[in-house]
Each structure stands twice: as C-alpha cells, then as structure tokens.
C-alpha cells in the first residue's frame, strides 16, 4: 500500500527554519507537495513540485522563505522552511497524486495520498 510519512516538524521561534520530510513508499509520482492546515482554517496549498523536478509552483505567502525539493534515490519529497512566522503554524501535510501537475491545478486537494500531518509551530 502506498504510504507518505512525514518527518522534521517541531517548535521553532520566529525567523528560525525549518525542514520537513515526507518519505513515500514507491519511487514516482506525476505531482507532489505540501499542505497545511490550521486550527479553525481551511487546508491550504503551499508548494509543489512537478514529475521530474523541473517546475516547482509555491503560494504567494511564502514565495522566498520556503522551497520544496525531492530526492528520488531516497523516494523523499522535502520542503525547506526559512525565515519562518507565527501564521506559518499549522499542520502540514505531504500529499502526492498520479494525475499529473499540468492536467489539474496541484493547490486543488484532488491527491490519492496524504501523509499523516507533521506539526510545526512557529513563536513569536
């Protein structure tokens, strides 16, 4: 069975950074990327990366600080998080489809596969 497991969420300060990983149980997905989701908000797209690693697409609000990233040797989608803020805390969540990132906008939640959250959280 197809299985995401994410990794590298914790307690960080304003400005600090982050890495979380996202293992998945088989080599090659047509789009991947990460979620998040806050207390009492809707699940929210951030970044993503499309079959081959050569377009990556990350959500406005975090366009400079994050970068999503994959290794397929190691099967391993990652998403570095810098200069991180308090309205960066949430539960993120990797996600992966076989629908490929150009047929279907990849910020729509239309994924087969999810991880089962990692929480950061980010203090002032």
């Known amino acids: 069975q197809v299985q995401l497991v994410e990794s590298g969420g914790g307690s960080v300060q304003a400005g600090g950074s982050l890495r979380l990983s996202c293992a998945a149980s088989?080599?090659?997905?047509?789009?991947m990327g990460w979620f998040r989701q806050a207390p009492g908000k809707e699940r929210e797209g951030v970044a993503f990366?499309?079959?081959?690693?050569?377009?990556?697409y990350v959500t406005d609000s975090v366009k400079g600080r994050f970068t999503i990233s994959q290794d397929t040797v190691k099967n391993t989608l990652y998403l570095q998080m810098n200069s991180l803020k308090p309205d960066d805390s949430a539960v993120y969540y990797c996600?992966?489809?076989?629908?490929?990132?150009?047929?279907?906008?990849?910020?729509?939640?239309?994924?087969?596969?999810w991880g089962q959250g990692t929480q950061v959280t980010v203090s002032s």
């Open positions: 088989r080599p090659t997905y047509s789009c």
């Open positions: 990366i499309y079959r081959g690693g050569g377009k990556t």
């Open positions: 996600a992966a489809r076989d629908t490929s990132c150009y047929a279907l906008d990849p910020r729509s939640p239309a994924y087969a596969y």
